[in-house]
């Protein structure tokens, strides 16, 4: 069965791999999946149509038959325990690896998340150059404790997993505002990340992608 993926029809970034849907993207890629993608503009993703796969209106949705999933660790997940070489066969560091997974989206994406929107949706707000910094320093904060706990290692618990991709594709979010740079070992696990073939491929599909569509407005 084809597999189906929505994504931006002008993804915010211009397709340089912020977007959720890169992440899907590479996991598939890793499990050498074959994929359509099905752009959506912004207000398709607020159209019953595109409700019935999303409740929130949000991007990626994942269609494979009568199988339809929201949320892009979800996705991963679904990806990963269907296709061997992401998760570890043995029970304790899968259930490590996934524990990872959760962290990235639960922990750590949230404060960088919350640095980006502090940056776009709220800087014309009076109290925007005040809440800046405040915020860029809880972005520091947990990277500095992954970055404790990564310590020299290439990945976060032996082998590559879908917990190492999760958080690389979380931990590009912080590139633009430099923070990544200022920890070392962290831009070095991500570049990586990004050094895997597979994710070259989201990476460049993703690109081409909204190089390929028309602007919108």
Known sequence: MTITITAFERSPDGGMGLARDTRVRWVLEEAGLPYKVRPVSFSAMKEPAHLALHPFGQIPTYEEGDLVLFESGAIIFHVASHHPGLLPENANARARAITWMFAALNSVEPPIFDLTNAKIAERDQPWAKDRLPMVADRVRHRLGQ??????DAEWLDGAFSAGDLVMVSVLLRTR???ILNEFPNLAAYVA???????????FAAQLAFNTAQPAVG
């Open 176 to 178: 633009p505002s430099g």
């Open 192 to 202: 990586r990340g990004e050094a895997r073939p597979a994710y070259k491929r989201a």
């Open 146 to 151: 992954l970055s404790a706990r990564l310590g």
